[in-house]
């Protein structure tokens, strides 16, 4: 299967902005789905897990979701931060135990 | 603190070999299943490897089957990464990551990728 994501976002700091992914088969349910964050230059960190998990140290301003109606995973993120502009990827996994990531989200901060 | 390191990355000519490593310092790696993941220069993130705990299971994505193969030397606490047949599109840097939830013997794919290292380059080209 495939994670679908918005090439790019933005949105004014202090806003909410809301990043989609949508899978192509299988019920987003299925399988976890984790939301990393890449800051140019950086390497890839964690913001949400287990669909709606935050790790210690990321602020309360992210949150996770999915919606089975329309079999996607979201994103948001509330409170816009100039640094909080980076490439945000969801990520789940098959039947295979194989891991597949979405093509990743641009979000710029204007 | 936990570090991952990779190294081995380098230039390589299309059809040839090359050889990855990730040590870890601050974590004994043998209790995590690990993974390796590519980004190609300008492009996303691309899940190639992963492996057990314990290094009898391992899964590849497609693009790489048959030409990469991942395992692990636990006394050492280092993965590697094998790869032949390189081909243009494999040029990319690649990153090894480490499995959050703790799995001896097992591997759980839908454990989030806690640590990563800083990555490094391979270059296919002639």
């Known amino acids: 299967f495939m994670l679908t994501q918005p090439h790019s976002v933005s949105e004014s700091p202090g806003k909410t902005v809301t990043i989609s992914c949508t899978r192509s088969s299988g019920g987003i349910a299925s399988n976890y789905v984790q939301w990393y964050q890449q800051r140019p230059g950086s390497s890839p960190t964690t913001v949400i897990f287990?669909?709606?998990?935050?790790p210690s140290g990321v602020p309360g301003r992210f949150s996770g979701s999915i919606d089975s109606s329309s079999n996607s995973a979201s994103l948001t993120i509330s409170g816009l931060r100039t640094e909080d502009e980076a490439d945000y990827y969801c990520?789940?996994?098959?039947?295979?135990?194989?891991?597949?990531f979405g093509g990743g989200t641009k979000l710029t901060v204007l | 603190e936990v570090q991952l390191l990779e190294s081995g990355g380098s230039l390589e000519q299309p059809g040839g070999s090359l050889r990855l490593y990730c040590s870890g310092s601050?974590?004994?790696?043998?209790?995590?299943?690990m993974s390796w993941v590519r980004q190609a220069p300008g492009k996303g993130l691309e899940w190639v490897s992963g492996i057990s705990a314990g290094g009898d299971s391992t899964y590849d994505a497609d693009s790489v089957k048959g030409r990469f193969t991942i395992s692990r030397d636990n006394s050492k606490n280092t993965l590697y990464l094998r790869m032949s047949s390189l081909k243009g599109e494999d040029t990319a840097v690649y990153y090894c990551?480490?499995?959050?939830?703790?799995?001896?013997?097992?591997?759980?794919?839908?454990?989030?990728?806690?640590?990563w290292g800083k990555g490094t380059t391979v270059t296919v080209s002639s």
């Open positions: 990551a480490k499995d959050h939830h703790s799995a001896p013997g097992t591997y759980i794919p839908g454990s989030y990728l806690d640590v």
């Open positions: 601050g974590v004994t790696l043998s209790s995590y299943g």
């Open positions: 990520q789940s996994y098959d039947s295979s135990n194989r891991r597949v």
């Open positions: 287990e669909d709606n998990q935050r």
